[in-house]
T-cell receptor
Framework: ETGVTQTPRHLVMGMTNKKSLKCEQH?????MYWYKQSAKKPLELMFV???????ENNSVPSRFSPECPNSSHLFLHLHTLQPEDSALYLC?????????????FGPGTRLTVL | DAKTTQPNSMESNEEEPVHLPCNHS???????IHWYRQLPSQGPEYVIH???SNVNNRMASLAIAEDRKSSTLILHRATLRDAAVYYC???????????????FGKGTHLIIQP
C-alpha cells in the first residue's frame, strides 16, 4: 500500500461513453501525475499538477480531460475514446518538486475501450 | 526520449545476488538516479535513489560509478517476489515540478528461477 488509491480498478467503456477515473492521496503531497501504460510500451507521462495547477500536458488528445479540485484528488475525465486508448492508467503523487522526491504510484485503472 | 539505457531482460537464480546495470552517460551534475520496479499487474514502486554516494536501504543497494555515467542496482538475495520490470530514471533536483526526468524507458525485465 502506497497511500495512493485509484478507482475504479477496471473499466470497460464504449467509444461514445463518458467516464471518469479518480485518484486520491492523503499523504500531504503537493504534486500529482497521470501516466498511461500501453501494452509493451514504456510509461507515458500525460499530465502534471503542482499545487492544483496543471504544469504539463504532454500533447494529450482533448478526449482526455484532467481535473484537480484540491491537492488530495485528481480526476481524468474520458469521452469519445478510441480502442487504442485501452491501457493501464496510473496516478502518482510526489511530496514536492525536488528531484530527490520519491513518486508514490497507485495500483492503476485497467481501461478497455470497445 | 529516455536518458538511460538498460538491458531488456536478465535472469537470475533464487537466493543469489542480482546486479542490474544502467547507463546514463549524459547525466548532469544535478540529476538524481532513481530506481523503480513494477510487479505484474501493479503500479511501479520506488526502490532507491542516490546522487553521488552508494546507498543502501532495506530493499536494495545502489552503486554509483565515480564518473556517475552508470549505476548498478543490487538485490542481495533475490526471491521469486523480486521478479519485475526494473526502471532506472534520472530526475533533476531542480526540476521545479516540471516533467523533466519523469520519462520511464522500457526497463529491465528480471526473471528469477527457483
Amino acid at each position: 500500500e502506497t497511500g495512493v488509491t485509484q478507482t475504479p480498478r477496471h473499466l470497460v467503456m464504449g467509444m461514445t461513453n463518458k467516464k471518469s477515473l479518480k485518484c486520491e492521496q492523503h499523504l500531504g503531497h503537493n504534486a500529482m501525475y497521470w501516466y498511461k501504460q500501453s501494452a509493451k510500451k514504456p510509461l507515458e507521462l500525460m499530465f502534471v499538477y503542482n499545487f492544483k495547477e496543471q504544469t504539463e500536458n504532454n500533447s494529450v488528445p482533448s478526449r482526455f480531460s484532467p481535473e484537480c479540485p484540491n491537492s488530495s484528488h485528481l480526476f481524468l475525465h474520458l469521452h469519445t475514446l478510441q480502442p487504442e486508448d485501452s491501457a493501464l492508467y496510473l496516478c502518482a503523487s510526489v511530496p514536492g518538486t525536488s528531484g530527490r522526491d520519491e513518486q508514490f504510484f497507485g495500483p492503476g485503472t485497467r481501461l478497455t475501450v470497445l | 526520449d529516455a536518458k538511460t539505457t538498460q538491458p531488456n531482460s536478465m535472469e537470475s537464480n533464487e537466493e543469489e545476488p542480482v546486479h542490474l546495470p544502467c547507463n546514463h552517460s549524459t547525466i548532469s551534475g544535478t540529476d538524481y538516479i532513481h530506481w523503480y520496479r513494477q510487479l505484474p499487474s501493479q503500479g511501479p514502486e520506488y526502490v532507491i535513489h542516490g546522487l553521488t554516494s552508494n546507498v543502501n536501504n532495506r530493499m536494495a543497494s545502489l552503486a554509483i560509478a565515480e564518473d556517475r555515467k552508470s549505476s548498478t542496482l543490487i538485490l542481495h538475495r533475490a526471491t521469486l517476489r523480486d521478479a519485475a520490470v526494473y526502471y532506472c530514471i534520472l530526475r533533476d533536483q531542480y526540476s521545479g515540478g516540471g516533467a523533466d526526468g519523469l520519462t520511464f524507458g522500457k526497463g529491465t525485465h528480471l526473471i528469477i528461477q527457483p
